[in-house]
């Protein structure tokens, strides 16, 4: 695996703890497949939370 963005590492484990309320540790002990799972699946929750406020 080549080299992961320090940035986007970050912006991924603050997005995850900030909506899962994870530890920081537990974040970063997932394999990088399963953290882009996650974001892909909370993001997926988010959305369907927003058009529910939007009424669609």
Do not use: C, K, P
């Amino acid at each position: 695996m080549g080299h992961y963005a320090h940035d986007e590492l970050w912006q991924e484990i603050a997005y995850l703890a900030y909506h899962l309320h994870w530890t920081f540790d537990s974040l970063l002990d997932l394999e990088h497949g399963d953290r882009i799972r996650l974001l892909q699946e909370v993001g997926g929750l988010n959305e369907r939370a927003w058009q529910g406020v939007q009424g669609g």
